[in-house]
C-alpha cells in the first residue's frame, strides 16, 4: 500500500512538473473570472470593494470563452503535431485519452449529485449522461460549456482525417477553418436576430468558432512556425489587440447582449489568441512572481474546481445571512463570504483532482502511453524552426495538453 501511494505521489508531482506555467497562469485567470462572476457577495457600499467585483460580475461569464479558444489551441496543437509530422490523425487513441482524462471526475460529479438528490434526476442525468446538456437543459448548470467541448473532440479529429485522407496543408486549412468561423458567425448573428440568445450561447454549432479560433492559432504555431513567429513578434499588435478585448467588455459585452453574442464572441476570440501569444512569450518578466505563480497553481486545478465550484454556493448564502444576524461589519462579512466560497471552490476541486483526476492520468498513461510525454517546441519543428530559435521570441519550453473547461488536461498524444 506505501508503495502504492509512493508511486502515486510520484505521478502526481510528474503530472504537474511537466505542464506550462504560462498557459496554466491562462486557465487560472479563466476559472478564477468563472468563479467570481458565480460567487455569492455582501454588498458593502465601499468603492474598493466594488471595483474588485466589477471586473468578476461584468466579465465572469467570458472566462468560458477563455477556456474554448485555450482548448481549441491546446487540442488542436496535439492533433496538428501529429499531423504534420506524420501525415496522419491517430482519432481513435486520441479519443481514448481523452475519456480517460475527462470521463472519471465528470461522472463522479454526475454521481454525486444523484446521490445528494439535490436536484430531481430528471432535470440532468439523461441530458448529462448523453452530453447533450447544452441543447435540452440541465440543473447542474456549469456544465453546457463542457457538452460544447465533448463535441468539439469528436468535430476536430473527424476533420482532420478529411484533411489527412485529401493530403491538405496548412494554408488550405486556414481557408478552411476561417471559412467555418464565418458560417459559424453568420448562422449565430441570425440566430441572435430572432431573439434566441439561449441557443446562440449554448448550442454548438455556434459556438464551435471560439475552439476553431484557437485551432487557426495551433495550425501557425506547429505548421507555419515562420508566420507565428512574425505575428508573436509584434507585441504592439499583441497589447492593441488585447486592449480591443478589454474596450468590448467593458463597453459593449455587459451591455449589450445581443451584440456580445453575434460578433462579441467573434471579437473575445481574436482577443484571446492575442492574450494566450502574449503570456507564452513575453511573461517571462513576472512568471517568478508569487501572484503569478499563485494563478497558475489555480489553474492546474481548473478542471475540477470549474466541476464543483457551484457547491461553494449555497454555504456562501448561508453565510451572508449569518453574518448579516450577528451584526459582522459589512467588510468582514465580504472578506468572511468571498474567502469561504473560494476555500470550498478550490479544496474541492483540489480533491478531486488528486483523488479521481490524477489517478486516472497515470493509469491512461500506462495503457496508453504517449508518444511524448512532454514536447519539445524546437525538436516538434522543422530545421527552418531551429535556426530561428535565437532571434524568435521567447516560446514555452514545453507544450503539453491542460485541462480547458472540458477538462482537456492530459499529457500529449
Known sequence: MNLFRGALAGGAKAIVRDRTIELDFVRGIAIIAVMGYHFRAVHTGYWFISAIEYPLTHFGREGVN???TLSGFLVGGLLLRQYAQTGRVDARRFIVRRIFKIWPAYYVLILF?????RHPASTFLWQNLAHLQNYFGTSITQTWSLAVEEHFYLFLPALLLLFAHWR????????????ICLVVLIARSAVVAQGDLDAAFAYTQYRIDSLLAGVILAVLYWMKPETYRRFAQRKGLLIALIAMLVAWLVLVATRHFAI??????????IGYVALIVFVLEYSAKVRRSLVFRAIAWIGVYSYGIYLWHSIALAPGEILIHQTAALGVPPLAAWAIVFAAQAAIAIGVGYVTTRLIEFPFLLLRNALFPARQQVLDVAAAKAPAREKEAESAPQTAAKLEEVPGVGGVGQQPS
Open 260 to 269: 456580445d453574442e453575434s460578433i462579441g464572441y467573434t471579437i473575445q476570440a
Open 66 to 68: 477563455l477556456f474554448f
Open 168 to 179: 491538405v496543408r496548412a494554408n488550405t486549412i486556414l481557408g478552411v477553418l476561417g471559412a
Open 113 to 117: 449529485h444523484v446521490l445528494a438528490g
